[in-house]
């Protein structure tokens, strides 16, 4: 049974070639190498034709580093050591019946030698090796291994053959004595491989005999050598069926290296441009468009370089992928672009995140995306797709600010060294704009702009190319005179108790429309084809009317009939008309534009205050300001009235206004607040139940009240 140690053993692996009676040395040959811990047993017992007699020595042999094929071990059993001709150490461990120290191995009278691996006691399939130095019977020809009656002689183990991995030193040729020492000589074969050097040991005539001198180590070395089997020339083949351009292929290699090491494959010709190597049965090429032929054979070890086995591949060309932008650069704000695709259709897009691509036709959202570089890929969709590449940048827009200057008047004159645009390095535009050419400043003539609101833009190129706007506006203001002519209307009762102006504003059924000065309580006093009315503008009932139809534009100035407002009095006046003790203040009521000014004369620049009496008979001055623009001054002719007397007389019941040509409205006096007395609008009132009584008197909207007057009946 053979051992589990590094290298399992068979006949003829180990060789003797030296055997000593006389000093109970031997030697043997190795002649495959032999890995370090590997164990086999040398002894001298007999082999009784089914075991050994185990009554003998035996020696374990332990190699205790590897030992090269060739190398020859010398063992001198009487010390139990060893020699090599090689590096090879191993131990030597006694293990039979009796030690072989001090001449207890090799008998006088001749004897045999095995070696076998087993972990046990060896069956005849165990042994590697044997020799025989007993010739038998004195003078019998041919009989060793052929008895085995002590332990000089021995039987053959049948898993050996002598001749061919054993061998029976005695007779040599015929009948003889036995010699104690033999050696295989050192002018003998000593290299070629296993088989000739082992044949060369097992023949007879290459061995020497001396029964008187013990044979020395050998000076000779053996070289055992390899017979070397050469490659297959290989069939070559590769997969997949179409391998396009620039893809790879795998070659499949069918053959056997044999005694080679490495498939090597080449391009050009057998054994010319090295590709790559492999000790497997599969490589990977890239096979250079539109063909390439490889060419494989196997080399290494004892193998001689020969004949390749080759293949060709032609490539099948990749789909032409060609497409292109319009510009390799994109400002932020561009039109979305599109490519042009010159290959084939039905690819798909790709690029970085980013950018904001259609994966179907390649056009580019230029505001979704993200500014920066990119390269767009098209990839074809056939089996050998191809694809290009195209590099798109997005550019930002450069970043631009701007405040246009505060408003202006028409007559403010042309505005030099503007400024408030950046980044430096735009152009200003615009109505009435002049740029000055560095970048930085602009010039704006209101008066070329004209009247109305004017944006100014500033424009911004960056170096990319890419621009960028941003707008303010400013307005001019050219303020109109305030027009002077107005009528002054005055009324009573219960519509309402006022004295203000009305403008005229056009013209309606050939006749002036004038419309009230009050924010609040909006009126108008026109002609509606028939008569005047005074009406208020936010609904269709008029609250006096006028049949009196005068000549002219102007409405009649009395006659005015209250129709919406139940009862009451209005009176006109043609032009402007302040109360008696009027300010600069009234005078003012009486304009609808708001911030009047009035001032004395045309050309003084402080205005009156609002607290100045208004003067009868005076021209006043009187200009309006818009955004800060005041006008041109209009002038009129202010007519203030009379003061209007307040007392009334009594008389025989009869209270009498002492005022006339002026309108009236009786009160009683009652002391929680007076009561209007509806309808009595005369200028004398008769009381008809005792009491208190006032009258209010109005010329033009201007009123005065009475004192309360007893009356007794």
Known sequence: MPVFSQTVLTEGDIAFTRINIDDETLSFVLLVPIANSTKFIITDEAWNGSSLDAIESSIEFTATSDFLAGEEISIDTNILSFTSSGSGTASLLSIGAYSPINGNMLGAAGDNLF???????????????????????MGSPGNAWSTSTSSSNSLLPNGLTNGTDALGLF??????????????MPTSLHT???????ASIMDLSNWEFDNDVPFPVSSATFNVTVPCTEPDIPTISYAPGTICDGNSALLNISGDLNDATTWYVYTGSCGGTLVGTTTGSSIIVTPTPPSTTYYVRGEGGCATAGSCGSVTITTTPREDASFSYSATAYCADSSDPTPTITGVSGGTFTSSGGLSLNATTGSIDVSASTPGAYTVTYSTSGLCDGSETASVTINTLPTVTFTAPEDLCLDAGIQADLGGGTATGGVYSGTGITDDGNGMTYSFDPAAAGVG????TYTLTNANGCTNAVSDDIEVTNTDAPSVDIITVGLTGDCAELSTGFTKTDILNGKNVYISNLDNFPLAVGFDGTKWVLFAMDIENTGFENTSVPAGLTPPLTGWVPTQCFDGTMDIYLGAYVCHGGTIADLSLLFSEDNIKIYVDATTETPLAETDLVINGNQYYISKTINGCESDRSVIEVTVGSEINNE???????????????????????GEGDEYLDGETGQSFTATEPGDY???VSVLGCSVESICITVSI
């Open 115 to 137: 070696i076998y691996q087993s972990t046990g006691i060896p069956t005849a399939t165990d042994f590697v090796a044997g020799i025989n130095a007993n010739s038998g019977v």
């Open 171 to 184: 007779p040599n040729g015929g009948a003889q004595p036995e010699f104690d020492n033999a050696r295989y």
């Open 192 to 198: 070629g491989d296993k088989a000739t050097i082992l």
């Open 453 to 456: 609101i004017h944006t100014i």
């Open 648 to 670: 009334a007389t009594l008389n025989a019941g009869v209270i009498t206004a002492t005022q006339s040509n002026a309108s009236y409205q009786w009160f009683a006096c009652t």
């Open 694 to 696: 006032k009258v209010w």
